[in-house]
């Protein structure tokens, strides 16, 4: 047994058989992480296992589920303790097997301060616990199943050989890419080999790595006695998800169609647009399918834990003091939704949040905002508002009506969300609000606003600024649309240019309101990820191995 801080490391399975590395930047990580500068270097490089070992947008794939400070937690294959410390969050006693030395020494020194680590080093076949856990969490390892599992049925034996060591009440919970994922058949390469529709093709050069159909997936773990299941969809997958979908929540069809997705491991090329497959996947009834990758919680006999129905966060990383997590849970009166601070330094922004719905509510009527209270600290919970999403309606009409339709949308919008009086013209004064009770929600964009028996509701009133002008609100909404659907409002002849000329905006108040929505996004934004993202490739040219 051997110490790293308050971290203990057991050897007593190890045979000096490592069969997994990055390489020589495990080595950087090492020097770092002894260092306790992990976090200058994360955002100094721009090298693909870096952020992956190290990025907090990582934690959003665990951070939600149902683990208690009275659990007790088998991490297999806890790497460089990439989701390590999430799990220590959960003030769960956490047992992590990693089969590399270096790797296991890099996850201690992360967590050099936490009581509640033990790491075994060494094969998983060759340990044995002196107790059954409550969680056995396979993130990104049973494929390599068959590499340290020498039978007939690697994948089997390895999950059946996780099965006993949970209590009877236990979770298994694995994270694995859906080798049908819709990414994949689009062209990314297979994660594992680097080659294109290799999973696919069943890999026609065995290296000991496979990845798993969601039929294949739940076969198996039915075989190993997992007879409960919960399948999850992390999107886009579940390395750097920002939205978790379950069977009884899947997203529709405009969802996903809007979301540039940001990419880090390879350039890629796209030999069909992701945007515009999903809703034709997603209205065939095929999401759970192709979805790119997989969360599955199994057991052996029917779960208490309660799960929620979906999770989701912001699509781009943001400072942690306004590191917000949603989630929608099944209650006994229907649906309700939760506002979770993801770290303390977030705990503000959720008072404020719920401070918001009370402004607003004095200025458009209760009816006309979704109603939000504190439930604790780091909880609040918002009404479910059903209906329809108003940035969908925008499309839907104008796909129906045309133009002079979607002129009449927007005209809706106009009077009603922007109002500020009946007889209230637009008007470029940046002080024009700056009136007692009258504020204005600077991300009122047709995506925060749900029609419901032709009335509209506000949600999400995160960012309310006195003497903000209506202009620069109507502004941010049409970038946001553009973003959203700009490939949708090309087809019908419409561009960002014209969108803005409606709103009658002088050049010198186009360009104030840039600059005004840049200081606002890089006071919320954390874009540390820049550095990382990875390009989309033209299919001309492009060589199929």
């Known amino acids: 047994m051997k110490n790293i801080g308050e971290v203990h490391l057991d050897f007593s399975a190890y045979d000096a058989k490592d069969f997994y590395s990055d390489g020589g930047v495990e080595e950087e990580i090492f020097f770092h992480a002894k260092a306790g500068d992990l976090e200058n270097f994360l955002r100094s490089d721009n090298r693909f296992p870096v952020l992956c070992h190290l990025s907090p947008l990582r934690n959003f794939l665990l951070e939600w589920l149902p683990v208690g400070k009275n659990d007790s937690v088998l991490e297999i294959g806890c790497g460089l303790g990439a989701l390590t410390g999430t799990l220590l969050k959960t003030g769960a ?145 579940y390395k750097f998800p920002y939205m978790i979908h379950s069977d009884e929540m899947l997203p529709t069809a405009s969802e996903l169609s809007h979301f540039s997705d940001n990419f880090y491991d390879t350039n890629r090329v796209e030999i069909f ?47 942690e003091k306004y590191q917000l997590r949603t989630e929608i849970h099944r209650a006994a009166g229907g649906l309700v939704v939760k506002k979770i601070a993801r770290n303390p330094l977030a705990r503000e922004h959720l008072k404020i949040l719920v401070e918001n719905s009370k402004i607003l509510s004095e200025v458009y009527g209760a009816a006309h905002v979704a109603q939000m209270k504190l439930l604790d600290a780091d909880t609040a919970e918002m009404e479910f508002v059903d209906g329809v999403i108003f940035e969908d309606y925008l499309c839907e009409v104008l796909e129906a009506g045309g133009l002079e ?58 960012f309310l600024l006195p003497a903000l002008p209506k202009k620069f609100v109507a502004w941010r909404a049409f970038n946001v649309l553009s973003h959203n659907r700009l490939e949708f409002l090309h087809r019908h002849g419409i561009n960002l240019e014209q969108l803005h000329a409606t709103l009658k905006i002088s050049p010198e108040t186009l360009e104030r309101y840039r600059a005004e929505d840049w200081v606002i996004a890089y006071a919320i934004a954390d874009e540390y990820d820049r550095a990382y993202r990875k390009n989309r490739l033209p299919i001309t040219g492009f060589k199929f191995d």
């Open 405 to 462: 339709s979607f002129a009449g949308a927007l005209d809706f919008y106009f009077r009603n969300i922007l109002r500020g009086g009946d007889d209230e013209n637009f008007s470029d004064d940046l002080l024009e609000f700056n009136l007692p009770n009258r504020r204005f929600e600077m991300d009122v964009n047709f995506r925060n606003i749900i029609l419901r028996e032709k009335n509209f509701v506000l949600i999400d009133s995160e």
């Open 93 to 237: 006693q956490v047992d992590a097997v990693e089969i590399s030395p270096r790797r296991a020494q890099i996850c201690a020194l992360r967590n050099r301060r936490e009581k509640n680590l033990t790491i075994h080093v060494g094969n998983l076949n060759a340990m044995t616990f002196d107790k059954k856990f409550d969680f056995v969490f396979l993130i990104g390892v049973l494929e390599y199943a068959a590499r340290f599992t020498h039978t007939k049925n690697p994948y089997e034996d390895f999950l059946a050989k996780c099965k006993n060591f949970l209590k009877p009440s236990g979770t298994l919970v694995l994270a694995i890419e859906n080798r049908l994922g819709l990414e994949y058949l689009s062209g990314k390469p297979e994660d594992h080999t680097g080659k294109i529709f290799d999973g696919i093709a069943d890999y026609p050069a065995p290296v000991g790595i496979k990845t798993f159909s969601r039929l294949e997936l739940k076969n198996m773990l039915k075989a190993c006695g997992f007879v409960e299941q919960k399948f999850f969809y992390p999107y886009p997958d």
């Open 273 to 319: 647009s992701l945007a515009r497959a999903w809703p034709t996947i997603i209205n065939a009834g095929l999401y759970s399918e192709l979805a790119n990758s997989f969360l599955v919680a199994a057991s052996q006999n029917k779960s208490q834990r309660i799960f929620p129905l979906k999770v989701f966060s912001n699509n781009c990383p943001r400072k």
